[in-house]
């Protein structure tokens, strides 16, 4: 109704192509612009100057014969200045930029083996940029940017790329494992060594306590006994021990049965075997020597 009125509104952030007798005439800003139609004049199209958006998916092969799909995101806008190039130099704006796009990855990513790729997204991206930037300029566009998005190889690959993943992890677990077993190891024959060392230390200590008893006892009995010598008093003190131990395995209610010689010889029979071979321990050092 306006146009008919001669008359037009242009919204905020677009532009209108305004056209006399199909020639280019001038761009309309935002706002009311009066257009004698009678006279020959036309709005030819409107071009907005919104940043917009482009989503190009590129499938290629990488240096080691990978094959992956970039998606690559580019922002672009036209320029107020250079409106009139952008309406009527290209007509389709996102197959072109999709061609740069393809030939840029194409170019940049079979150079590269598939983990070089994900490390190097961002230097893909500048080179797609640079690019687009230069093409595109012409035609009256600026890029505002490029990224690169995705990067996503085969199905295969990638299920092999977990696989991988996955054993390395359980090897670098089982190795851990492996470690920590290892300390428990070290750790518990330190235990058990230092255990041995201290109980026999504490063995060494009772012998010691017992051979000190016994001195003390033939000391004490000489001196309130005299006339009695020491193989007496030792013989009495293996009696006594003789029957203490016959007391406690009789007294235990886990024992059974032992069977022994028991009599008066017995005890002689044990204190002489004690003696022969106490005797015999030492008598070897001086064979020896």
Not at 6 to 14: D, M
Not at 93 to 104: L, W
Not at 163 to 182: D, F, G, H, V
Request: proline fraction near 3%.
């Amino acid at each position: 109704m306006g146009q008919a009125l001669g008359c037009i509104i242009v919204g905020q952030s677009n532009v209108a192509i305004k056209e006399h007798f199909g020639k280019f005439d001038d761009v309309l800003q935002p706002g009311c612009h009066c257009l004698p139609w009678c006279l020959g004049y036309q709005i030819a199209g409107g071009l907005s100057l919104r940043v917009q958006q482009l989503d190009v998916k590129c499938e290629t092969k990488t240096k080691d014969n990978v094959f992956v799909n970039v998606v690559a995101s580019v922002q672009y806008r036209a320029l107020a200045d250079k409106a009139s190039d952008a309406f009527y130099r290209l007509t389709n704006t996102k197959e072109q930029i999709q061609s740069y796009v393809f030939d840029v990855i194409r170019a940049s990513v079979p150079k590269l083996e598939l983990d070089a790729v994900f490390e190097q997204k961002n230097d893909i991206a500048r080179a797609v940029e640079d690019e687009l930037e230069k093409a595109m300029s012409a035609y009256g566009y600026e890029i505002v940017q490029t990224l690169i998005v995705d990067i996503e190889p085969d199905v295969h690959v990638k299920r092999a790329m977990n696989e991988i993943n996955a054993a390395l992890s359980m090897r670098l677990a089982a190795n851990e494992k492996a470690e920590a077993e290892k300390i428990l190891q070290i750790k518990k024959a330190e235990g058990e060594a230092e255990s041995k060392y201290l109980s026999g230390l504490g063995i060494a200590r009772q012998r010691q306590a017992i051979v000190d008893g016994l001195r003390d006892s033939v000391l004490e009995f000489s001196e309130n006994m005299p006339g009695t010598t020491a193989k007496d008093i030792m013989d009495m003190v293996l009696v006594t021990q003789y029957f203490d131990t016959m007391k406690e395995i009789g007294a235990s209610s886990k024992s059974s049965a032992v069977f022994i010689p028991h009599g008066p010889g017995a005890v002689r029979d044990v204190a002489e075997q004690i003696r022969d071979g106490l005797l015999q321990a030492n008598a070897s050092p001086n064979l020896l020597n």
